[in-house]
């Protein structure tokens, strides 16, 4: 979508928020005026914990209006275009929603569009109650630029648990186990393996959970740093293997996005979905209950992690707005009111595990004993300009289904990050 076309999209998205404090008068010294909030966060679930955390900002400053820019599609999919043309025209928004890691810092930081947030995570003690590990992909020379709001886990198999008792089946934890679900459930007339491709991202995240099914935490973690070549024999493998799992899929894949896929596991049509947790947050919201989960074919123990968090652009027309909003989203108060809602976990360590759902109850088990890797699509594991790369190689593979010709375009992606030879 063309820029200036873009940006009437986000207009058109924009609602404001009641101003619930506005007519309670402000309190002496409280902020006041207008916080404008960008993210994508426009689907079930998404939107409630949005919601859930402007409530929490709310009962702390009453008088401050909210302005919700939302821009929808999945996984930032319009979105970040509406972010550069506004960042780079100068019109930042307030505070804006990015991947911790290399989206954060390479996109926004090493440009300079950042203002660093160092010491209020001092002041507010959040280097003690956020993981080193994540603290480490939100800093740049000796700096902290962004503030965490929760922890995603992208590679799950999300199942209808009807259709798979139904069958005498059970949630495949393999490829070959997933190939025997798969077939079984063909010929009993549902969608073995549901899928929405619409908006380009869907496809490379579920190939994302099958490289690391193939390659194992290592070989993955180093198709990204260098170590593991994408010229090798285990990458043709996992493309193949996503090949054969793509014969499974609805044929109206292309017209659906992540959500319309999640549709055929809520109305009992579809059986398997591979897609982050943030389906857990639309399940709840849809009050879709007969639904499992085990971890992608071959990622047991392993976890595929990304987090959503919000800055200070040097721009923003509301610092101190934006400095109230960063402190509410660092909270425990604000984590516990968000994540519940959105399918994720607290990055802080100390939420109470008795407001989460069993799944992320579940999950936030393996958070402290799995082995952590970077998503590509959602922004932790590579530069941004690799990850695009990478994203539309393996959008085009599900219509050409051209395994050497992916593997050499997704060595080229490598290769024009300067990652490769
Ligand atoms: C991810 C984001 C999640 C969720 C998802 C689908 O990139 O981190 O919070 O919103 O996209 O839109």
Redesign the pocket.
Known sequence: MHGGVLYRVVIAFMLTVTVSGSWLGTSRGAPAGKLEIFS??T?GG?ADALKALFDTYHKRYPAVQIVNATVAG???TNAKAVLKTRMLGGDAPDSFQV?AGHELIDTWVRSGYMAPLTDLFRSEGWTKVMPPGLIEILSYKGDIWSVPVNI?RANILWYNKKILSDAHLMPPTTFDEFFKVAGALKTKGVVPFALGDKEGWEAGHAFETVLIGTLGADGYRGLWTGKTAWTSSKVTAALETFKKMLSYTNTDHAALT?DGAGEYLAGGKGAMMIM?D?ANGWFTSKNVKDYGWVPAPGNANVYDA?S?SFGLPKKARDRDNVMAWLRALGSREGQEAFNPL?GSICARTDCSASLFSPYQQWTMTHWKTDAIVPSVI?GAAASEGWATGYKDAIALFVTSRDTAGTQKALQKACADAGMCK
């Open positions: 994508w966060w689907a998404e999945g996984a930032g991947h995603h992540w982050g943030w990304l959503d959105k959602h």
